[in-house]
């Protein structure tokens, strides 16, 4: 086959001014991207402050370039500090999404690059920042290598991340120490500092739940079974293994896996009820495994030191709009909280409570921050 059949139905697309089609997996990620926009929307002055704050901590001062990685369709630079948007240049390796980002930001420095090959000289950047970006790249050890070419000693690479990770990592070490993952339907996720979003079971607990399920032709037995097939396989298939779990983080679902662990206990006999009762619940969270994964790759023999890392957090009282009354909202790390009334543990502990019409509003992110060694 040669190229000119392929250049013909170009040039007449083009011709007849007919837009070329855009392939399905580009339209995903502009899908998604538009919904973690959405998500966003309400927190975003308290994403601002939040993220002025740490700027001003941590970007060098002076007239250095500063080079954002993963730009997606644009949303960061809505929150970026005035001042440094002239320092500013964005990279996106997605046409799609770039095309957005220009769309939104006309007067921006846009880039088509990706974090594994920017298009800069060796120590000529003094800060790369990134929003979500480390936990969905394929080798974040080269991006790390490639990160430590282009800062100047002293430089610092500071990653933001306020949507729930990618679960990857959580499932390669679960599966290792022979561990399922199950969504964390035992308690609150986001009534910790950092939401424990997922729990860990041995496959022998789950597997003497099914047994007596089981036994009972209990209606979750069938899709248990299916769950545990899945990871049957050590180290189990990644791909599956992610869409079953994430099928089972839907709302309905998640009551009917609190449902199952509920009705095994009922249905168990003397003898497994005292097992059952030292069923071991591991609740994690899986930012806390994206973290270890960042300390893997931001290592000193790369070239780089820790500056910082964890949650931060801020709060705001706002005018209740919701019916019924919402006394408290958040959103850390993705996970979200929506409460008639505040709850004991906040991410911020010293703000003030509500008044009669108000919501009290809370926004939490993991900040991880590191620095290029001097040479």
Known sequence: MTFLPVLACAVNADSLGKKPKIAAADLAVVKKLREVQRHRQPYAELGRRLLADLLSRFVPEGDDSVVEIGAGDGQFRDWLPEQLLPRMTHTEPLAIAAREARKRHPQARIIRAPAERLPFGASEIGCVIGSCVLDVVDDGALVARELARVLRPGGTFIHWLDMSTRLNEAFEIS????????????????????????????RADLSLVLE????????????????????AHLPHTLRPALAEYTQLQSGALRVA???????????????????????QRRPVASSRFFESRLNSYFTAAVGFEPVFSGI???????STLSDPPLQYVSSCVGEQRELPVVPEVRLCPESPLPGPGQTLRELGAFAYVVRRIQK
């Not at 996720?189 to 950092?194: I, N």
């Not at 896996?257 to 069923?279: C, I, N, T, V, W």
């Open 212 to 231: 007596i399920l089981e036994r009972h032709k209990h209606a979750f037995a069938k899709p248990l079974r299916q769950y545990l097939l899945v990871f």
């Open 175 to 202: 599966s290792r120490a022979d561990l399922v993952p199950l969504p964390n339907v035992f308690s609150d996720p986001s009534a910790s500092r950092w939401p424990e979003d997922m729990f860990l079971a041995s």
């Open 312 to 318: 931060v957090a801020d709060a705001e009282l706002v």
């Open 257 to 279: 896996l609190q449902g199952m662990f509920r009705a095994a206990a009922e249905l168990a006999e003397p003898r497994l009820q005292q097992r059952l009762a030292s069923f």
